[in-house]
């Protein structure tokens, strides 16, 4: 049998602008030279032509910039997610290690009763950590393919308040730092929001207030605005956050250089910012190093709403 012989295929290659409008003024000139008419018309044309090619060199250089731009967003994000792997891999082995030994410890039954339980509340401490970082990893993939819904219900602000301080106070018990809470929004007051998810919400920024404070006081604040909004703040007076790294506090995958030398997933503060935004509301930061710094999650006014209790009601 002949062997067949593949077709020729043909290659179609996208004209950049730059190179069009040189074929268009190659053109038009070669044009006006076959009718002789070079003297009258052809600069008229090749003005208009040139305008036009240094609007297209113009354009092209832009576009250029904008792939250029585009391409080390790409490759930032692919350094930050490379970096991220590298730290939670350590982030991850070494609760792990600590679980691995003092269960160890334990299993041998040549520990006190004393050096047990220490060794016991070491295991659950590290269990704790390990649970925070898969659940960070977990919400962030959730929240990156679009899988987290809202669910909102009228709420009254003091049970958030109370659950979000059952979360935080044995952390800040354990540093001997005082929680003072501040409630300025009149009784019986409802917030329609996902109470779960500003639950989440208020306790990493509690948390993370916690960690980065050594003395003094961490504040929970929560009032209504100028605006008729309301505003959850968490304030601390701890080692603050330098101002050229405030810009990329959110972000995901993410470590500070100033505190880089903290255990840490860089997820919490992205996290925070996207769970916000799904609830409607804003959130920003204020920071000065070595005074403190203090977040601010705002929650729109339709959002708030009167409530009258069911004794009330019954009263009438």
């Known amino acids: 049998m002949d062997a067949k012989i593949p077709e020729p295929r043909l290659r179609v290659v996208e004209e950049s602008p730059v190179r069009a409008m040189m074929r ?9 030279e076959s009718s002789g008419n070079m003297e009258n018309i052809s600069r008229a044309e090749m003005r208009k032509y040139i305008a036009l090619l240094m609007l297209a060199l113009q354009n092209q250089q832009a576009t250029n910039a904008e792939q250029t731009s ?29 679980i691995m030994g003092f269960s160890g410890a334990l299993a041998s039954g040549e520990l006190s009763i004393a050096n047990a339980r220490q060794y016991a509340a070491n295991i659950h ?47 800040a018990n354990a540093k001997n730092l ?32 916690i960690k980065f404070t050594e003395g003094g006081h961490i504040t929970l604040s929560v009032a209504p605005t100028p605006t008729g909004n309301i505003a959850f703040k968490i304030s601390d007076t701890g080692v603050g956050i330098p101002a050229e790294e405030l810009p990329n506090i959110f972000d995901a995958y993410t ?9 840490g997933d860089g997820l919490g503060l992205a996290i925070v910012q996207q769970l916000t935004n799904l609830l409607g509301g804003t959130i920003s930061v204020e920071s000065t190093v070595g005074k403190g710094t203090t977040f601010t999650l705002e929650l729109p006014a339709a959002e708030i709403t009167a409530y009258v209790s069911a004794t009330q009601g019954m009263q009438h």
């Open 178 to 209: 005082p929680i003072k809470v501040i409630n300025r929004l009149p009784q019986h007051v409802l917030i329609t929001t996902d109470a779960t998810r500003l639950i989440q919400i208020l306790t990493n920024l509690a948390r993370n207030a």
């Open 24 to 32: 268009h003024v190659m053109s038009a000139r070669r044009r006006h």
């Open 255 to 263: 470590r500070l250089e100033s505190t880089r030398h903290i255990e």
């Open 70 to 98: 585009r391409t080390k967003v790409a490759e930032d994000a692919n350094y930050a997610k490379s970096a991220f792997l590298a730290n939670m891999s350590h982030e991850l082995r070494t609760p792990l290690t600590a």
């Open 125 to 171: 401490a590290s269990g704790a950590h390990l649970l925070t970082l898969i659940s960070d990893i977990l919400d962030i993939s959730a929240i990156e393919a679009g899988k987290i819904e809202m669910t909102p219900s009228p709420t009254p602000p003091n049970m958030i308040i109370q659950q979000v301080m059952s979360h935080v106070i044995p952390c």
